[in-house]
């Protein structure tokens, strides 16, 4: 159930980021997003962990910061699966969108999510 509301939480935040920014992120739909949610999810379960494995010494080097970089390159790849329905328009915006949905998460699941398993 929590997988299912990170996949809607992420679908609402493409949505956002291709409101707010027109220009470098295009969506075809909420459809679109959450197909892209989706995948971006299936994508974070299955290549995130190799690309972390595979950068292990540039993460530490950076004390973290370049898993931004890792969720960038997941957003990329996403961005070629889908094709027209879901566009970003380089690697900075993806950069961008990473950090601000990796921030927006957080803040979600310390004050929404977890109060509530807590009660």
Do not use: C, H
Request: aromatic share 10%; hydrophobic share 65%; charged share 10%.
């Amino acid at each position: 159930m929590r997988w299912l509301i990170g996949v809607l939480i992420n679908a609402i935040l493409f949505m956002a980021l291709a409101g707010y920014f027109r220009e470098s992120i295009q969506l075809a739909g909420f459809t679109a997003a959450l197909q892209a949610s989706f995948l971006l999810s299936i994508l974070n379960i299955l290549v995130r962990p190799l690309l972390i494995l595979l950068t292990l010494p540039a993460t530490i080097l950076t004390l973290g910061l370049f898993l931004f970089v890792i969720n960038a390159l997941t957003l990329e790849i996403t961005d070629a699966i889908m094709g027209p329905a879901f566009e970003i328009s380089g690697f900075g915006m993806a950069l961008f969108a990473a950090i601000i949905m990796a921030i927006v998460n957080l803040i979600i699941q310390k004050t929404i999510l977890e109060p509530s398993k807590k009660q």
